[in-house]
């Protein structure tokens, strides 16, 4: 007769899963991938560390499941936001608006998210994120295009793929461990995140705006 494991067993397995993932998040958001060991983990979450092998065989699964765990939430977010209507520019400034200032509540963390050197596995499970970010931006252009608000002379997957790639690389010296340490608790903070958040923004849906008409100047006639 096969082994079948109680409703007790499984929901401690799960907890100690959920553990893992928790400390292993927590650990890269106070010093990134290469301070995050597996040992730090298991003293996180109060197991052994040949515990966490038992759920992730080696340090970059376990680590690619918590990026793609993360990049799941914003990519929630911004398709949210991608499905709520309006004007396409304006949904469009508002999803990069939104994940610029998601970013800069846990710089250390979006660093590692977003350009941190790190395994392969890492790294294929950040260009997956990057890519299912792009893919909502494409919807937005699309409907952009439809309405007549987008230029229609560019491939809308091209134009995400720019429009993404710029304002994560916009991100990386505001993000970066080797910039100020940022205030999180102060108004001028805040005032900088919006700012920062506003100006990218406006950037990404100026690159695919259409132009505004032309208004030439009259030429009045010497008297």
């Known amino acids: 007769?096969?082994?079948?494991?109680?409703?007790?067993?499984?929901?401690?397995?799960?907890?100690?899963?959920?553990?893992?993932?928790?400390?292993?998040?927590?650990?890269?958001?106070?010093?990134?991938?290469?301070?995050a060991q597996v040992a730090s983990v298991a003293a996180a979450a109060g197991i052994a560390t040949g515990t966490v092998y038992r759920y992730f065989p080696s340090k970059a699964e376990l680590f690619a499941e918590v990026l793609s765990a993360v990049?799941?939430?914003?990519?929630?977010?911004?398709?949210?936001?991608?499905?709520?209507?309006?004007?396409?520019?304006?949904?469009l400034h508002s999803a990069v608006a939104t994940f610029v200032r998601r970013a800069m509540r846990n710089p250390r963390l979006a660093y590692a998210l977003i350009a941190e050197p790190c395994d392969k596995e890492i790294d294929e499970a950040r260009l997956t994120y990057r890519a299912a970010i792009s893919e909502v931006v494409r919807s937005i252009i699309e409907a952009g295009q439809a309405s007549k608000e987008v230029r229609p002379d560019v491939r809308p997957d091209i134009a995400a793929t720019v429009i993404v790639g710029g304002f994560m690389?916009?991100?990386?010296g505001p993000l970066s461990p080797l910039s100020r340490q940022q205030h999180q608790d102060t108004e001028a903070y805040r005032r900088e995140v919006a700012q920062l958040a506003d100006q990218i923004a406006a950037l990404a849906c100026t690159s695919v705006a259409v132009p505004a008409a032309t208004v030439k100047p009259l030429h009045r006639r010497a008297s």
Request: glycine content about 12%.
């Open 1 to 35: 007769m096969a082994y079948r494991q109680t409703p007790a067993v499984e929901a401690r397995l799960q907890d100690n899963r959920s553990r893992i993932l928790q400390a292993a998040r927590a650990l890269v958001g106070e010093g990134g991938w290469k301070e």
């Open 71 to 91: 990049s799941q939430r914003e990519v929630d977010v911004l398709a949210d936001i991608a499905d709520s209507g309006g004007a396409a520019l304006g949904r």
């Open 169 to 172: 690389e916009g991100l990386i």
